[in-house]
């Protein structure tokens, strides 16, 4: 059995490492597209053929659940795939439901109702393809009322990962934080809405300053995850080799994937 792990790049690999740690016995395919990133610039449309290329690469790898370790393509393209391309054998899910159950502290697939939760002032960070979607704002009011989402695109930060300019990457993320609390100067949550983010956790955390929960998603959706194969087992696909693609260049981005997880990964051209 093979699950698949898709992610415009690098930022997906954060949430590997969690899915990874929670379920030592699956075999995991990650699939970054890196010769395409950042998805967060580009149109819907784009994201949706770029996706969909992947996801097809990653069942060949014997992945019948593909997991969207990236917002923007969670966003601009999963509904539409789901609606209208996906084939019945085939699951792909997002990252964005575990996040926002755990926000509005519910359950797995707890359908009720939308009800007053105990967070009311939210800071959304994210990619601009992201924040434009407003997709994170949807999923939210199926589950939440009374909550006050304050959306920051944070523009330029996934190139500076992806490129591994983290003092760029710090100081736009200081400077998205005081741009944020311009418009909302006292969040109680703040969501990183990014799967690249978590990689900058601790400067978002400085920059906020204390009292202010911050949700990231690896965790959430390993959890998650675990919880889905435990109920779906038969989508754990017939692939039986863990292995790290990328559409960019190999020898560069295994350097960089090294150095993020600390353990020596390896990307073959995918
Ligand atoms: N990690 C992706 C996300 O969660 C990155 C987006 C991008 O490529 O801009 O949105």
Redesign the pocket.
């Known amino acids: 059995m093979a699950v698949g792990i898709f ?3 690098l ?2 690999l954060t949430v590997l490492d969690a899915v990874a740690g929670q379920l030592p016995e699956v075999p995991f395919v990650y699939f970054g597209d890196n010769k395409h ?5 580009r149109d819907a449309d784009d994201v949706y053929a770029l996706t969909t290329a992947a996801v097809e690469r990653l069942w060949d790898e014997g992945c019948d659940l593909v997991i969207l ?5 969670s966003a601009a393209a999963l509904r539409r795939m789901q609606e209208s391309w996906l084939p019945p054998d085939k699951r792909v899910l997002g ?1 964005f439901v575990p996040l926002i159950e755990a926000l509005t502290e519910r359950t797995w697939g707890d359908n009720s109702p939308p009800r007053e939760v105990d967070v009311n002032h939210v800071a959304l960070f ?2 601009p ?2 924040v434009a979607s407003r997709a994170f704002q949807r999923e939210l009011a199926f589950r939440a009322i009374g909550v006050d989402v304050e959306a920051q695109a944070c523009g330029g930060v ?1 190139d500076a990962i992806e490129d591994g300019d983290m003092i760029l990457a710090e100081a736009l993320v200081r400077s998205h934080v005081d741009a944020l609390k311009r418009k909302m100067p006292i969040p109680e949550a703040a969501i990183l ?4 983010y978590p990689l900058m956790e601790a400067i978002f955390e400085d920059a906020l300053g204390p009292g202010v929960k911050v949700y990231s998603q690896a965790g959430l959706v390993a959890e998650s995850l675990a919880d889905y194969l435990t109920r779906h087992p038969n989508m754990a696909g017939a692939g039986t080799v863990s292995r790290f693609l990328t559409t960019g260049d190999p020898a560069w981005v295994s350097t960089r994937a090294t150095q993020f997880l600390r353990r020596e990964i390896r990307f073959d051209a995918a």
């Open positions: 992610d415009s790049g930022g997906g990133a950042p998805y967060g610039v370790a990236c917002n923007t393509a990252v994210a990619t393809a992201t996934v809405g990014c799967t690249h």
